[in-house]
């Protein structure tokens, strides 16, 4: 939605999205405010505790079912197993994710891979259609005055107009733009520490096909699956850029993420975004 720094300040019940990269600072950010007033919606963890649990289960079922002892123990139905997801850690999500390369180094086939990253686009879709009703079980349930929603970083990449609506209709978007003083430090947090990610398929497959060829493999599954990571995320980063802005400049605005850097309490954070909202009007 649009609406002038006054109708902000003035707005009773704030609901507001927050985008951007992954490392911009979303969540800290989030947890800054206060948390008897602002419900926090985590699309991510949306996604692993409800649209995910059942295939981040089996994943995890189907590791142990290679170790005997637990093996013997399922098939007789002796254990109980279960993920343990919380917004502060997804590494459940990302395990399922998984990473594109050789299955003896721990990677996952081209075919595999690919529908485990179809499984969370529309995991993702879902959760951010399910805003809408987190807003009105934020208030009616638990008696909330604000809500915020916490996307993950991959909503620029769904290509889906409704669901961007649905967030525009309901929530004020707010895209927190990472300056290009703190691109190398997240490229290169990324780079030594790689983790699974959700990508296009189209941007996967030109990006798989020009790595490849750059490094002469002849199939995914001699890849070694971090190389393939740590490779395409400066390329991934530098082409999630334009998607977030044009989000920002048709559904709503834009802050930096050195001013999100400097915030310290629910005022700072109203008078950040009135401030955006004057500058963008």
Same mark, same amino acid.
């Given at each position: 939605?649009?609406?002038?720094?006054?109708?902000?300040? =003035?707005?009773?019940?704030?609901?507001?999205?927050?985008?951007?990269?992954?490392?911009?600072?979303?969540?800290?950010?989030?947890?800054? #405010?206060?948390?008897?007033?602002?419900?926090?919606?985590?699309?991510?963890?949306?996604?692993?505790?409800?649209?995910?649990?059942?295939? /981040?289960?089996?994943?995890?079922?189907?590791?142990?079912?290679?170790?005997?002892?637990?093996?013997? #123990? &399922?098939?007789?139905?002796?254990?109980?197993?279960?993920?343990?997801?919380?917004?502060?850690? #997804?590494?459940?999500?990302?395990?399922?994710?998984?990473?594109?390369?050789?299955?003896?180094?721990?990677?996952?086939?081209?075919?595999?891979?690919?529908?485990?990253?179809?499984?969370?686009?529309?995991?993702?879709?879902?959760?951010?259609? =399910?805003?809408?009703?987190?807003?009105?079980?934020?208030?009616?349930?638990?008696?909330?005055?604000?809500? /915020?929603?916490?996307?993950?970083?991959?909503?620029?990449?769904?290509?889906?107009?409704?669901? &961007?609506?649905?967030?525009?209709?309901?929530?004020?978007?707010?895209?927190?733009?990472?300056?290009?003083?703190?691109?190398?430090?997240?490229?290169?947090?990324?780079?030594?520490?790689?983790?699974?990610?959700?990508?296009?398929?189209?941007?996967?497959?030109?990006? &798989?096909?020009?790595?490849?060829?750059?490094?002469?493999?002849?199939?995914?599954?001699?890849?070694?699956?971090?190389?393939?990571?740590?490779?395409?995320?400066?390329? &991934?980063?530098?082409?999630? /850029?334009?998607?977030?802005?044009?989000?920002?400049?048709?559904?709503?605005?834009?802050?930096?993420?050195?001013? /999100?850097?400097?915030?310290?309490?629910?005022?700072?954070?109203?008078?950040?975004?009135?401030?955006? #909202?004057?500058?963008?009007?």
């Amino acid at each position: 939605m649009k609406m002038t720094a006054q109708e902000f300040l =003035d707005w009773q019940a704030k609901r507001i999205t927050l985008l951007a990269m992954s490392g911009a600072g979303k969540t800290t950010l989030a947890n800054k #405010l206060p948390k008897n007033k602002w419900f926090h919606y985590s699309g991510d963890y949306r996604i692993g505790t409800k649209y995910l649990e059942e295939p /981040i289960l089996d994943n995890i079922k189907r590791q142990a079912m290679t170790v005997p002892f637990l093996r013997d #123990l &399922l098939l007789s139905d002796s254990i109980y197993m279960n993920s343990k997801i919380a917004v502060d850690n #997804l590494s459940a999500v990302s395990s399922f994710l998984g990473k594109l390369g050789s299955p003896q180094l721990g990677g996952l086939s081209l075919q595999e891979f690919k529908r485990r990253q179809k499984l969370h686009h529309q995991a993702e879709v879902a959760a951010m259609n =399910d805003v809408p009703e987190f807003i009105h079980k934020a208030e009616d349930i638990y008696g909330y005055k604000h809500f /915020i929603n916490d996307a993950g970083g991959s909503v620029c990449e769904l290509d889906n107009p409704e669901v &961007l609506q649905t967030l525009a209709d309901n929530t004020l978007i707010i895209y927190i733009k990472i300056p290009q003083s703190l691109e190398q430090t997240i490229i290169g947090r990324a780079k030594s520490d790689p983790k699974p990610l959700y990508y296009r398929e189209a941007f996967l497959d030109e990006k &798989l096909a020009e790595f490849m060829a750059l490094k002469n493999y002849s199939s995914t599954d001699v890849m070694p699956p971090d190389e393939f990571v740590t490779w395409v995320f400066p390329e &991934l980063f530098k082409s999630r /850029i334009p998607r977030y802005q044009a989000i920002a400049d048709q559904y709503g605005y834009t802050v930096d993420a050195n001013d /999100i850097a400097g915030i310290n309490c629910e005022e700072d954070f109203i008078q950040l975004i009135a401030y955006a #909202l004057r500058g963008q009007q």
